[in-house]
């Protein structure tokens, strides 16, 4: 029904920058899903849970987690079809797989309950 697709994953030395998104399958979908659904942001490095990120409701207003506070942010791009995660100051523990994630409760995106998991973009930061 819906479909979530990542992008923009890959190596960054540490200290540099690299820009995720994630864009939703089909226009009319994509407009729902940008008008009315929460979207964000999971990781999970080697050896560890799947933690939370990054979050944003449909109005825009963003819910960041506190161990990426200050270096990470969310969009949303309407006219892209797309939320895109921002990573600044990327550092070797930002290393992992992102999961963009979807749900039409952004309580259900943070709690990592949502209906919509994209396949995952490895990003991986150097030293």
């Known amino acids: 029904q819906v479909q979530l697709v990542e992008s923009g994953g890959g190596s960054v030395q540490a200290g540099g920058s690299l820009t995720l998104s994630c864009a939703a399958s089909?226009?009319?979908?994509?407009?729902?899903?940008?008008?009315?659904?929460?979207m964000g942001w999971h990781r999970q490095a080697p050896g560890r849970e799947r933690e939370f990120v990054a979050g944003?409701?449909?109005?825009?207003?963003?819910y960041i987690a506190d161990y990426v506070k200050g270096r990470f942010n969310i969009s949303r791009d309407n006219a892209k079809n797309t939320v895109d995660l921002q990573i600044d100051s990327a550092a070797p523990e930002d290393t992992g797989v992102y999961y963009c994630?979807?749900?039409?409760?952004?309580?259900?995106?943070?709690?990592?309950?949502?209906?919509?998991w994209g396949e995952g973009t490895q990003v991986t930061v150097s030293s």
């Open positions: 089909g226009r009319a979908t994509s407009e729902e899903i940008f008008t009315t659904w929460g």
């Open positions: 994630a979807a749900d039409p409760s952004l309580s259900a995106v943070v709690l990592g309950e949502n209906d919509y």
């Open positions: 944003i409701r449909w109005s825009g207003d963003p």
